[in-house]
Structures are given as structure tokens and as C-alpha cells.
């Protein structure tokens, strides 16, 4: 089964508007982490935002925000006030597990969505 | 900011050929992630290193090995290239803690003829 599902392989939405990036997870663990990852055509891999299992509050970082639904097991981007710069490829991924010695923290991806933002 | 320095950032080899690819984590960063990206698809993990020491392996195959040396920098070196391997490789650092984000080098982007 997938770890990561990324519905939307693509989406688009209008400059100045907010957009919403969805990702639902799966894992038994109680401990894990959720981070988002924006890839532009030119191939690098920008973090975006972070949320853990145990944070209460949802993650915000500028115009990115997490919408944590632990029981429904989603970790959605939300993208505000869009502009043409977002158009990228966005990643959803998760690392699983509490303490398990450093280095051990390796992320599983999604793959992807690709967000097109029209002027 | 300090970030992820890989070389080289583009590498074009033959097949059967031998490659190595270098990644300098962020300072003070004690824990390196390899990952491999295909066309298309999404990064996979490969392999990490913690103050040395391999920490963790993923889907890597037995033709690649990896080292973190004394100065925290990492070599991935592979051999016997096979059409497959083309790929963009990417390093990650982390502090490594459990929470610790990991950040991701620019890639290098391997293409094997």
C-alpha cells in the first residue's frame, strides 16, 4: 500500500488566489513527521513546511500552511495568495518512527503534484 | 545561508563506466541522506550516514557504495552504469535529530548512454 497518496497529479489556479495541495498518509506508528517539498523545472528540492505527529497546532511558514487532520490521516498544503513563482512540482512525505538512532529518518514521497499558477 | 553543495551537477557517462558523486552537507550538519529521482517519478532513499557511519540503506543497488568521510562530506560511488542509473541524485543533511528537517542539495543529474 502506499505510504504517501498525492491525488492530484495536476492542478491549476489563478494568480492571487489560495490553492489547496492534498496528501493522505498511512502508518501505524505514533511518532512521525510530515513535510512538504517544492521541486521547480529546474530540479531542486525546497522545503517548504514541517509538521509533526505530536504538534497540536497546524504548521504555518509565510503563505504555506499545513491542515493536519490526524484522524483522517491528511497533512494538506495550503498555498495563499498563489503567484506565478508557485508553479512547481510539490511533494508530500513522511517520516516514520520515534527514535531509532540518527540517520535513520528517511522520507517516503508521494509523487507529486504539479501546480500550474495562470496569470 | 549556508546549503547543500553536491558535485558534480551534471555527469554524462557510457555504460559499464564508473561514477562518483560528492555531497558537503550544511555546516554542522552530522547526517547525510542519499536519494535517487527518475524521469517522472519521486525521490527514493538509497542510503544515510550518521557521524561516519552508514545508518540506514534503501533500495540501493549492490554496484553502488557510499562513504561519509571525517569532514562530514559524502562520495556515492557507482560502477558498472547501466542505462537505468540515469537519474537526478540528490543529497539531504539534517542535524540529526528525530524532528530534524532534511535539506536537499541542488542534485546532480546523471545520464548514462
Known amino acids: 500500500a502506499q505510504k504517501i497518496t498525492q491525488t492530484q497529479p495536476g492542478m491549476f489556479v489563478q494568480e492571487k488566489e489560495a490553492v489547496t495541495l492534498d496528501c493522505t498518509y498511512d502508518?501505524?506508528?505514533?511518532?512521525?513527521?510530515l513535510f512538504w517539498y517544492k521541486q521547480p523545472s529546474s530540479g531542486e528540492m525546497i522545503f517548504l513546511i514541517y509538521?509533526?505527529?505530536?504538534?497540536?497546532q497546524n504548521a504555518t511558514e509565510g503563505r504555506y500552511s499545513l491542515n493536519f487532520q490526524k484522524a483522517r490521516k491528511s497533512a494538506n498544503l495550503v498555498i495563499s495568495a498563489s503567484q506565478l513563482g508557485d508553479s512547481a512540482m510539490y511533494f508530500c512525505a513522511m517520516r516514520e518512527g520515534g527514535y531509532s538512532g540518527a540517520g535513520s529518518y528517511q522520507l517516503t514521497f508521494g509523487k507529486g503534484t504539479k501546480l500550474s499558477v495562470i496569470p | 545561508a549556508a546549503g547543500v553543495i553536491q558535485s558534480p551537477r551534471h555527469l554524462i557517462k557510457e555504460k559499464r563506466e564508473t561514477a562518483t558523486l560528492k555531497c558537503y552537507p550544511i555546516?554542522?550538519?552530522?547526517?547525510v541522506y542519499w536519494y535517487q529521482q527518475g524521469p517522472g517519478q519521486d525521490p527514493q532513499f538509497l542510503i544515510s550516514f550518521y557521524e561516519k557511519m552508514q545508518s540506514d540503506k534503501g533500495s540501493i543497488p549492490d554496484r553502488f557504495s557510499a562513504q561519509q568521510f571525517s569532514d562530514y562530506h559524502s562520495e556515492l560511488n557507482m560502477s558498472s552504469l547501466e542505462l537505468g542509473d540515469s537519474a537526478l541524485y540528490f543529497c539531504?543533511?539534517?542535524?540529526?535529530?528525530?524532528?530534524?528537517?532534511?535539506?536537499f542539495g541542488p542534485g546532480t543529474r546523471l545520464l548514462v548512454l
Open positions: 502508518t501505524s506508528d505514533q511518532s512521525y513527521g
Open positions: 509538521q509533526g505527529s505530536y504538534d497540536e
Open positions: 555546516p554542522r550538519h552530522d547526517t
Open positions: 539531504a543533511s539534517s542535524p540529526g535529530g528525530v524532528g530534524e528537517t532534511q535539506y
